[in-house]
Structures are given as structure tokens and as C-alpha cells.
């Protein structure tokens, strides 16, 4: 699985990273993703953090 995130659309809530602080990180006041492909042990909590992204700012690409 991997994940990307619009930027554009991210407005640095850092929720992500609090969920899934293996795959996102905050960089200045956007969250970025760290890993790809997510590893099999955070893929759960990744899709958390794909529900929970108040700005819907992270896609899964397959
Ligand atoms: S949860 Fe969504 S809006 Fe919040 S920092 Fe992460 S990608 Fe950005």
C-alpha cells in the first residue's frame, strides 16, 4: 500500500501523525509521508489516519 498526501489540501492538524507516527511526519505545517511502501505493521493504523484526515488530504494508491 502506498499513500500520498495534497498538500494543497492538508491543513497541519498533525492528526496523522498522532495516529500513524510511523508513515507521517510533520514537516514546517503540512504532513508528509516518511515510508513507501506503508509496512505491513502500520497499514491499520494508516487507514485510520485515511478516515480521520479532517481535510480527506490522504489518498491511498493501491
Ligand atoms: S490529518 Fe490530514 S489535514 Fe491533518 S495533518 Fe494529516 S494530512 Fe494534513
Redesign the pocket.
Known sequence: MKVT?DKD?????????DTCPDV?E?QED??VVKVDPVPEGSVDSCKQ?VE????E??KIEG
Open positions: 498526501i489540501a492538508c491543513t497541519g492538524c498533525a492528526l496523522c501523525e507521517f510533520m503540512i504532513a489516519a480521520d484526515c479532517p481535510s488530504a490522504i
